[in-house]
């Protein structure tokens, strides 16, 4: 069974202090791993699609890695407006599973 | 109006009303999709329609009734819900076809509360 797992359940930074949020998941067959963020009360907002191990993508301040393992979303310098859920979602041969978020907060 | 709406924003009924949650994609594509997220859980999948068909069925209740009467529009038709209904429903779409077929463009939620 398909499985995503996202750490650490909740992130508190101190503007301007760079971090790393994990997802890690287990998957028979990958066909891409996603990143959405989600403010309060909103819908998810689409990052990122890597599609295999070695890939990279950036955009502003965000950063994802992906290993046949695990996925990185790296953010470098954030601010106070980068405060949000982070999810990981994967996709399988069969299904799409989606993570419960890592909980960012970042302090001015 | 562009990406994906959803209307109402909010909702709160009694356990016998009906009513009804519009989603409408200005986005071109082809498959739609209703969740519901509740605190602390994953998003779940409920409905999926692929082309005004419905593909995907995920035991949901049939106190839920989704109607996608074109490509651009989908509906939820709620009839006597329970309070541990009460969550945010998502709207979704995404291209029916190519590499980027998983990639899900969402609305901003309908948060339906139950009395």
């Known amino acids: 069974e398909d499985q995503v797992t996202q750490s650490p359940e909740a992130l508190r930074l101190q503007e301007g202090e760079s971090s790393s949020l994990n997802c890690s998941y287990t998957v028979s067959g990958l066909r891409g791993l996603f990143w959405y963020r989600q403010d309060p009360g909103k819908g998810p907002e689409f990052l990122f699609t890597l599609y295999s191990a070695g890939e990279e993508k950036e955009k502003e301040r965000l950063k994802a890695t992906l290993t046949k393992k695990e996925s990185f979303l790296h953010i470098t310098a954030p601010k106070p407006e980068d405060s949000a859920t982070y999810l990981c979602?994967?996709?399988?041969?069969?299904?799409?599973?989606f993570g419960t978020g890592t909980r960012l907060t970042i302090i001015p | 109006e562009t990406g994906v709406t959803q209307t109402p924003r909010h909702l709160v009924m009694g356990m016998t009303n009906k009513k009804s949650l519009k989603c409408e994609q200005h986005l071109g594509h082809n498959a739609m999709y209703w969740y519901k997220q509740s605190a602390k859980k994953p998003l779940e999948l409920m409905f999926v329609?692929?082309?005004?068909?419905?593909?995907e069925n995920n035991s949901v209740p049939s106190r839920f009734s989704p109607e996608c009467p074109n490509s651009s529009h989908l509906f939820l038709h709620l009839h006597t819900l329970q309070p541990e209904d009460s969550a945010l429903y998502l709207c979704?779409?995404?291209?029916?076809?190519?590499?980027?077929?998983?990639?899900?463009?969402f609305g901003p939620g309908t948060r339906l509360t139950v009395l």
């Open positions: 979704a779409s995404s291209q029916g076809s190519g590499v980027d077929t998983d990639t899900q463009y």
């Open positions: 979602v994967l996709r399988g041969n069969e299904k799409l599973t």
């Open positions: 329609y692929s082309l005004e068909e419905r593909v």
